[in-house]
């Protein structure tokens, strides 16, 4: 059966699970690429990478009783000008149940056209975007995820568990995005961008799948 690996990120409104979402970004990989400076480690569709971003019109997520919370409302305003930029000017802004419903449409347009039997979600931790995710969809009267809860899998424990296993610095050069790999080309100049994580979280993830490999094929045996 052919696995196909989606990094996902979401900027919210509050921390709450029915928070109001801002921005939804995701990126399909490919986890049995190894090497990690020639090859791309996100899918090519006629050379344009398996990409997905995209924001909401957040008065539509008010309207559906979404949570803003005021902390979190004062942070973004205190943030760079190109990240608040993002929130306001983008040309793309979709009402919250367009926004869900084209987000879903694309995980299953990459997996039927990857021909993948299952779609394994990664995510920073699974408390938050995850939770989000579910709880939108069952507000908007979506009723199935394009994937299973059991192939939810948590980036932040799996980075950390694996860095220290194999004792990587979490801020190790290893991290650093080759030049010449596709994604470096989509990596947004302002942090607090959701395409911006999915694609760092995607290259730690991928990076230490490969980490693993190395060691139970022994390639780390002196």
């Not at 020639?38 to 019109?57: A, C, E, G, L, M």
């Not at 299953?108 to 931790?125: F, M, P």
Request: with cysteine; glycine share 2%; net charge negative.
């Amino acid at each position: 059966m052919k696995d196909v690996n989606i990094t996902i990120d979401l900027e919210t409104a509050s921390l709450k699970p029915n928070a109001a979402i801002i921005q939804i970004a995701a990126v399909a990989w490919d986890a049995n690429s190894t090497d990690l400076h020639k090859r791309p480690t996100i899918y090519d569709k006629d050379q344009t990478p398996y990409v997905f971003s995209s924001y909401s019109n957040l008065t539509t997520c008010l309207v559906e009783g979404m949570d803003f919370n005021p902390d979190t409302i004062k942070w973004w305003a205190s943030q760079s000008k190109e990240a608040k930029d993002a929130l306001t000017s983008s040309t793309a802004l979709e009402s919250i149940t367009d926004l869900i419903k084209y987000f879903f449409a694309w995980i299953e347009e990459v997996k039927t056209s990857l021909h993948a039997d299952n779609v394994i979600i990664w995510s920073q931790g699974t408390d938050i975007d995850i939770a989000v995710l579910r709880t939108a969809a069952d507000m908007l009267g979506i009723k199935k995820l394009p994937w299973e809860y059991f192939n939810v899998r948590d980036s932040r424990t799996f980075i950390k568990y694996i860095c220290e296993m194999a004792k990587i610095p979490e801020d190790s050069d290893i991290f650093k995005m080759p030049q010449n790999n596709h994604m470096v080309s989509y990596l947004m100049p302002a942090k607090h961008n959701a395409l911006y994580d999915a694609l760092q979280t995607t290259w730690n993830v991928f990076v230490l799948h490969n980490v693993m490999k190395d060691v139970f094929s022994g390639k780390n045996k002196k």
